[in-house]
């Protein structure tokens, strides 16, 4: 019986969602930073304080001195202030790893992160006081990698019980993204697969779209990515949000629920959204980052 309410709230939720109309962005991208080394790649919630909302974000740099990490404040319309992590011992590898594609909160362990490379290797970390200060925990891989592996996206959130581990593939043009998800166990930093599905978007259309650019889970399974073509540092760029699907956590096991029947929630001209997070409460909404090369990085706040 339990298991069937789980079911039928996701999927209340996930008609109301489809049910929606399809949303055109407009103009009101707000800029972060200027420079090809400050694209956003990933970005996951600190703390949402009246006006005031604190988001960690990391950079997919590889250049020794090139940065990782970061916080951007936004408050009211004012600009977007920007705080970078400092290296540690004249390098950035070492301790935030190099090529960040994605970063999420742990919801069960306050202040604390894990961030994603390409290549599968995942970085569990501590927020300190101090802005720009942190604690390393542990470095582990996700299991079963590929032989060359290119990930994009990676989300963690309890439910049922469960921390729910949900990472994927980009894919490019006709080669689909891949979704693979699992249990994590969180003092060991172990995670065990449970499964994993191939997923094609309908638009963008063209041969250098990335299925699947970011993603994120909500408390009740429901899970958002975006996609996002890349055809080079100087664009045009084109992406699209979609809500994917859901998951279903029946003690320790999980099934995913794909929607047959992807469209867009939200279709955005002239921005390549590598970096997607879910804000809750009544302003609340979407929030995305954009990785747009040689023109930087763009938030906007869907629904604010």
């Known amino acids: 019986m339990k298991r069937f309410v789980i079911l039928l709230f996701s999927a209340i939720i996930l008609v109301i969602l489809l049910l929606n109309s399809q949303r055109v962005v407009a103009e009101q991208w707000r800029p972060v930073r200027g420079g090809i080394n400050f694209g956003i790649s990933g970005m996951a919630l600190i703390e949402r304080k009246d006006n005031s909302l604190d988001f960690l974000i990391v950079h997919d740099n590889k250049g020794k001195d090139e940065p990782r990490l970061a916080i951007i404040s936004i408050k009211g319309k004012n600009q977007i202030e920007y705080f970078p992590f400092t290296s540690v011992n004249g390098s950035y590898d070492l301790y935030f790893g190099s090529d960040l594609e994605a970063i999420t909160a742990v919801p ?9 490379t390409s290549k599968g290797k995942v970085y569990y970390f501590r927020l300190g006081e101090r802005k720009g200060e942190s604690f390393l925990f542990k470095v582990f891989d996700l299991p079963d990698l590929p032989e060359k592996p290119n990930f994009e996206g990676f989300a963690v959130q309890e439910i049922e019980g469960k921390l729910l581990a949900v990472w994927a593939e980009r894919g490019k043009g006709k080669k689909p993204g891949i979704i693979y998800w699992g249990i994590l166990n969180l003092p060991s930093c172990n995670i065990e697969l449970k499964g994993s599905k ?3 978007v309908p638009w963008p259309i063209s041969p250098q779209l990335r299925h699947i650019s970011d993603l994120k889970i909500d408390r009740t399974g429901v899970l958002f990515i975006s996609s996002a073509t890349d055809p ?4 045009p760029f084109t992406s699209a949000v979609y809500v994917a699907g859901v998951f279903v956590v029946n003690g320790n096991e999980v099934s995913f629920r794909q929607n047959p029947d992807l469209f867009p929630l ?8 590598e970096a997607i997070e879910l804000v809750p409460g009544a302003n609340g909404g979407i929030i995305m980052g954009t990785d747009d090369e040689n023109m930087g990085s763009w938030v906007y706040m869907a629904d604010e």
């Open 198 to 200: 191939s997923l094609t």
């Open 232 to 235: 080079g540092n100087d664009g």
């Open 266 to 273: 939200y279709r955005l001209d002239y921005h390549k959204v």
């Open 108 to 116: 069960t362990s306050p202040s604390s992160f894990m961030s994603l």
